[in-house]
């Protein structure tokens, strides 16, 4: 019977091809988003990226009306006294990220 040895370094060359398939799969999740994404002047698309720390991803934007393109809201305004309005109009979500998060990835 052979005797089992462990190659040097195999624990860094697992880390390292971890990390690989996180990039892709976060590429892949931001491609998504920005083809799923609304546009109407195209500046949110733009806006779109990502960010990867240790093991730790965030996509989205920094745009102050990407959260109300994702999840809708109601129409509102301010009124004389300083007050916020609303309407009862209510736009509705037209959700970019989560279905980019939550679509099927090959094996």
């Not at 052979?2 to 976060?26: C, M, S, T």
């Not at 195209?42 to 990407?66: C, P, Q, V």
């Not at 129409?75 to 004389?80: D, H, I, L, M």
Request: aromatic share 8%; no cysteine.
């Amino acid at each position: 019977m052979a005797e089992y040895r462990e190659e040097p370094g195999w624990q860094e060359k697992i880390a390292a091809d971890v990390r690989d398939l996180f990039g892709k799969l976060v590429g892949e999740v931001l491609d998504d988003a920005k083809r799923l994404v609304p546009v109407d002047t195209g500046h949110l698309r733009e806006s779109l990226s990502s960010e990867i720390n240790g093991d730790t991803a965030r996509i989205g934007s920094d745009l102050n009306y990407a959260l109300y393109v994702e999840e809708g809201h109601r129409v509102g305004y301010r009124g004389p006294d300083g007050e916020t309005v609303f309407t009862g109009e209510v736009v509705p979500p037209q959700p970019y990220l989560r279905p980019a998060l939550y679509r099927r990835r090959g094996a």
